[in-house]
């Protein structure tokens, strides 16, 4: 269940009115990992996150690979919910070693900051060597018209008014996935995680996300090596030096009839061009 009923007093001037409403499910999920270890089969939590339910294997999934403890799917041998209610357990394939120092700044992680609790901030550096295309090129026209599409789609956020939303679009401007979560790298990572079990070639897409561009939201998309990343809101300073570092396209302020480019333009075919 996405969304939850509650019952609520709605005041306006002049009038109270009783009336039914619903808010956006916000549940833990507990993250395991099982692997093999000397001949043992071992299981560690590695994450606890704030999110709504729903697509919690595919969040699991990709969780791993844009945090780079993972490289590929096939390095998992089957993701499935745990024993426990909200758990999910993530079993790798004998041989893969997992470096746990990487989970260190994981065990808990807020639905609204994936970052809140990492131990330093040189713990936030990613590892993997980022190998993004020149392309893909889209038009300005296309990307005029990605919010709209992406709010269509929110199914949950209609009954709910209260979940980021994650959006794969290819440059003919057609949705591909879209995922919704209460926590914006939530959504980001059960995007990925979809996208990955579904083969989609992430160097001809870009992702739209419903609120700001975070530093983090910029890590798990240069790991998929999406090479464009639109927000709807605003990026911060870090998100913006790190999208340049990696050259990876950012543009924020996403609106039906503008829009700003922070980094590596060249992606983006204005009308002016």
Not at 109 to 129: D, M, Q
Request: with cysteine; charged share 25%; glycine share 6%.
């Amino acid at each position: 269940m996405a969304a939850f009923p509650i019952t609520i007093k709605k005041v306006s001037p002049g009038n109270d009115l009783k009336t039914e409403d619903h808010l956006a499910v916000e549940e833990p999920l507990e993250i395991q990992i099982e692997y093999f270890e000397e001949g043992k089969t071992i299981r560690k939590s590695i994450s606890i996150t704030m999110r709504t339910p729903g697509n919690d294997e595919e969040l699991a999934n990709g969780f791993l690979f844009t945090e780079n403890i993972i490289q590929s799917l096939d390095q998992i041998e089957i993701t499935k919910p745990g024993l426990a209610q909200n758990t999910v357990v993530v079993k790798t394939k004998e041989g893969i070693l997992i470096d746990f120092k990487k989970l260190e700044r994981h065990f808990y992680t807020s639905s609204s900051c994936g970052v809140c609790g990492k131990s330093s901030i040189e713990a936030l550096n990613h590892t993997k060597e980022i190998n993004l295309p020149e392309g893909p090129f889209f038009k300005s026209d296309i990307l005029y018209q990605l919010p709209k599409k992406l709010r269509a789609e929110q199914n949950i956020f209609e009954q709910t008014g209260g979940l980021h939303a994650a959006g794969l679009f290819n440059t003919n401007g057609d949705l591909l996935l879209l995922r919704e979560d209460v926590g914006r790298h939530n959504a980001v990572d059960k995007l990925i995680g979809a996208g990955l079990q579904s083969k989609i070639n992430f160097h001809e897409c870009l992702i739209v996300v419903s609120g700001r561009a975070s530093f983090e939201l910029i890590q798990k998309t240069m790991l998929a090596e999406i090479p464009i990343l639109c927000a709807v809101g605003a990026p911060s300073s870090l998100a913006a030096q790190l999208a340049e570092e990696n050259k990876l396209t950012l543009v924020g302020f996403l609106k039906s009839n503008s829009f700003n480019i922070y980094t590596q333009p060249h992606r983006i075919q204005t009308d002016s061009e």
